[in-house]
């Protein structure tokens, strides 16, 4: 079994590359911005709380997305591997996702960083927001705060997976095809 955590800066493919890699290593892909956003569509409570936050570019609250990731492996008790796609993003959360593989038996393998000038993201974004329809995209005051939330809290869990000797990072720029194939020679050596 494979879980791998795909890290990344907003913007900078984790998406576009997680629908490549989960047919390849037939990984179950949890995405919590898409489960987010699919909640905030169908009008949850899970999704009228996220949006408050989300649609501002300010991080869900940790225990609200911790248990909402763990209810989405929960689901999928068969699963081959997971493919976390936008968590953890907080020190809590990688905590959290620890302890709870562990408890089945299971653990990270490895965290793959797609690497990324804020700029050039910047640019993508504010390009994806002409068509996504999400509001956080739309707008490069709300787009600078998922940076600085992503400095202050996603950034140090490099330290915290390097710690562990499970830290791998790619360079994010070139054609998907391109970088696909230099997330799968990270994942083929594992
Ligand atoms: N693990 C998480 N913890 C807290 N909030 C999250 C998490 N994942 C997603 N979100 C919320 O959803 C938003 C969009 O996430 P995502 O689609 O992964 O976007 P991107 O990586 O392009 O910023 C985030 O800005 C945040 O508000």
Do not use: C, W
Not at 44 to 52: H, V
Not at 151 to 164: C, D
């Amino acid at each position: 079994m494979i879980n791998i955590v795909l890290f990344g800066k907003p913007g900078a493919g984790k998406g576009t590359q997680a629908e490549f890699l989960k047919g390849k290593y037939n990984l179950t892909h949890l995405s919590t911005g898409d489960i987010f956003r699919f909640n905030i569509k169908n009008e949850t409570e899970l999704g009228k709380l996220a949006k408050t936050y989300m649609d501002k570019g300010d991080l869900v609250p940790d225990e609200v997305t911790i248990q909402m990731l763990q209810s989405e492996v929960d689901a999928n008790p068969d699963s081959a591997g997971f493919l976390f796609d936008g968590f953890p993003r907080t020190i809590a959360q990688a905590g959290a996702l620890d302890r709870f593989l562990e408890s089945k038996g299971q653990q990270i393998t490895a965290t793959v960083a797609l690497e990324a000038d804020d700029e050039i993201l910047v640019q993508r974004l504010l390009e994806r927001g002409k068509t996504s329809g999400r509001p956080d995209d739309q707008d490069e005051e709300k787009i600078r705060n998922r940076y600085q939330e992503y400095n202050e809290k996603t950034a140090p869990l490099m330290g915290y997976y390097k710690e562990q000797g499970k830290f791998y990072a790619v360079d994010g720029i070139g054609s998907i095809a391109e970088i696909t194939e230099r997330l799968s020679a990270v994942i083929d050596n594992l």
